[in-house]
């Protein structure tokens, strides 16, 4: 695989002996990076500098093929590290949806935790292993088609972190499938859903939760007119982060 970006613009292309790549701004053949060392500049057949990368993580996410919103890397960040995700934990997953946030679970928990993940939408699933695949996670993670408000059989998870409208409707399902001391996360983009979301968790053994909301704001360099960048991404959601309480009736 090589991340190669044209200008300012990346793709992510298997690479294979004897294959062009082909741009609007130009082709590259594939055999002028294999054998050639990271970060090497090229040349685009209409001569656009092109610079070729391994892609990182980071690249395969927003690389991904959209079915649904994804969730950013800048909310991802902060939810990976509030809720200890690393090497070996079991983390429980809903939606899929594109398998974003699958991908970046799967890549913290590597080599020897799993990322259990459902989707209620068959199609969504399927789409989202193909984006696994190519980030070559799939043995990280598995895939399950179903509703997680009606109750899922698996127990004793490590994390959970939910990206679905109706989370007030999984609490149960998610209180017995995370273990005592695990961690909660969900994430929403209306404040209507946070508070219904925070109302309903009162009836369930978890702490008070943190409700955040995480901006980045770029920068533009330039010597003697350094500035914020005009745009920036608003609003993506709130995140609602919490953990599971010791509860004596065994929930
Ligand atoms: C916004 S998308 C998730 C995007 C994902 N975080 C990503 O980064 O690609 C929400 C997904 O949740 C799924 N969904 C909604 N309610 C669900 C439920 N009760 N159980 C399982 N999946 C559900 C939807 O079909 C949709 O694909």
Excluded at 191 to 212: A, G, Y
Aim: net charge positive.
């Amino acid at each position: 695989m090589a991340l190669v970006r044209i200008i300012k613009k990346d793709f992510i292309i298997r690479l294979e002996k004897g294959a062009i790549f082909h741009t609007n701004k130009g082709y590259i053949c594939h055999d002028d990076i294999i054998g050639k060392p990271e970060g090497v500049k090229l040349f685009t057949s209409l001569n656009k500098p092109t610079w070729a990368f391994r892609p990182l993580i980071s690249d395969f996410l927003m690389n991904v093929k959209r079915v649904t919103t994804i969730t950013y890397p800048k909310d991802l960040g902060y939810l990976i590290f509030k809720m200890g995700i690393n090497s070996g934990k079991k983390v429980l997953e809903a939606g899929t949806g594109s398998g974003a946030l699958t991908m970046a679970l799967a890549y913290y928990v590597s080599p020897d935790g799993k990322v259990c993940s459902y989707e209620k939408r068959p199609e969504f699933s399927e789409k989202a292993r193909e984006n696994i695949s190519r980030a070559c996670l799939e043995d990280l993670v598995e895939l399950k088609v179903g509703d997680i408000s009606r109750g899922i059989p698996e127990r004793d998870f490590d994390c959970c972190i939910l990206d679905l409208p109706e989370p007030w409707k999984c609490l149960k399902s998610v209180t017995r499938a995370l273990k005592s001391g695990g961690s909660l996360a969900i994430f929403l983009p209306s404040v209507n859903q946070v508070e219904r979301t925070v109302v309903k968790m009162l009836e369930f053994p978890f702490l008070k939760p943190e409700v955040v909301e995480v901006l980045i704001r770029k920068w533009d360099v330039k010597k003697n007119a350094t500035r914020p960048d005009f745009q920036m991404i608003g609003h993506t959601g709130f995140l609602v982060i919490t953990r599971k309480i010791f509860d004596e009736s065994g929930v």
